[in-house]
């Protein structure tokens, strides 16, 4: 039985929408962030040396990291579905988007989130300004061109096609759910992307997303 180490409003929540698309049988183990530091439990190291999640248990298996866990799922259990052949001339776009996500989108994202928290606390109120200051310098000279960059660029190879490795939906689309429901939230993903808007409204319509949202517990990223 494969279980899921959900952690709420995290990357895990892709990996149940992966499961559900698959109509896998699975279980989930909950996890609750800290409301202080939005830190992951320390239970979660009892399963991962990192403590982190997505992270799964399957058998004598533990995998973390969601690209790991996307690929392992797809091609373990998959029989063929959510991934083009690797003859297809989709292929090398599945690859590229599936580890784009992860690799490409999310860094920036989540350093302009840092950032954005600089001069709030514990930082000494007297340094706040300052920290502000910097902060804002480095958000809007190094952080947003390399977003705009990013997201236009998701939004282009959407427009090419409706999804992103080709015109069937793939794990690939999964993938890409999370950094550009985040980059949404931060209002990073706008009117200028109509594409890639138009994707989440289409993904979160999916009967696996919403099945997976009831499953996974409150999610702050799934409403349009």
Excluded at 79 to 108: I, N, Q, T, V
Excluded at 142 to 148: G, T
Excluded at 166 to 195: C, K, T, W, Y
């Amino acid at each position: 039985m494969i279980t899921v180490h959900h952690l709420n409003n995290s990357r895990s929540q892709r990996v149940l929408w992966l499961l559900e698309e698959l109509n896998l049988h699975y279980q989930i183990q909950h996890y609750q962030r800290d409301p202080h530091t939005l830190l992951a439990p320390p239970e979660l190291k009892e399963i991962h040396p990192l403590g982190k999640s997505p992270v799964i248990s399957d058998g004598e298996l533990t995998l973390a990291e969601s690209g790991a866990i996307v690929e392992y799922l797809v091609d373990t259990y998959g029989s063929g579905r959510l991934k083009p052949a690797s003859a297809a001339p989709e292929h090398s776009d599945y690859l590229f988007w599936l580890h784009h996500a992860e690799g490409s989108l999310m860094p920036p994202l989540v350093m302009s989130l840092v950032f954005s928290r600089l001069d709030q606390p514990p930082v000494p109120w007297l340094l706040r300004p300052l920290a502000r200051k910097l902060a804002d310098g480095v958000r809007h000279a190094y952080l947003k061109p390399q977003l705009d960059a990013l997201l236009n660029h998701a939004d282009r190879s959407l427009a090419r096609s409706g999804w992103f490795a080709g015109p069937v939906f793939s794990a690939a689309d999964i993938q890409m759910s999370f950094p550009l429901e985040a980059a949404r939230a931060r209002g990073l993903l706008n009117q200028e992307h109509p594409h890639a808007l138009d994707f989440l409204q289409r993904i979160h319509a999916r009967p696996a997303y919403q099945i997976a949202l009831e499953k996974g517990g409150p999610y702050a990223y799934g409403a349009d």
